[in-house]
């Protein structure tokens, strides 16, 4: 059996791997399964975040520790936040979204950071 893994790991493919990842699958998701947004959103986030948990597991036989965790969600989090932003301001050229149609898009995009902080917390006592 593999001991722990206590080597750095390496958290920018991770992150770049989940960002890839989410493309993906919103991209197959809303074009062949034709999901209601909020849907499609909470699948794709719970998939990508458990995935990255498992894949991180896996590699390394062991859970992210707390500064792992941080460096990961702020990689992840920060590279979709540039994506979604984008993505707004190609909506605002469009049409100037409102208040909740903000709302709504925050929401969005904050599933996949919150969902993956969630995957990768420890949740339990060893």
Sequence with gaps: ?????????????LALGGVAAVV???????????????????????????GMALWFHLQHKRRTQPSER??????YGGILALLYLGLLGLMWLKD?????????????YFSY????????????HP
Excluded: D, Y
């Design 113 to 124: 950071p919150l969902l993956a902080w969630l995957a990768l917390a420890k949740l339990h």
């Design 24 to 50: 993906v699958l919103n991209l197959l998701l809303r074009t062949f399964a034709k999901l209601p947004g909020v849907l499609n959103t909470l699948i794709v986030a719970a998939v990508v975040a458990g």
């Design 96 to 108: 100037e979204p409102g208040p909740m149609g903000l709302f709504i898009f925050g929401l969005h």
């Design 70 to 75: 941080r460096r990961l969600i702020a990689l």
């Design 1 to 13: 059996m593999h001991e722990a893994s206590t080597h750095r790991a390496p958290i920018i493919h």
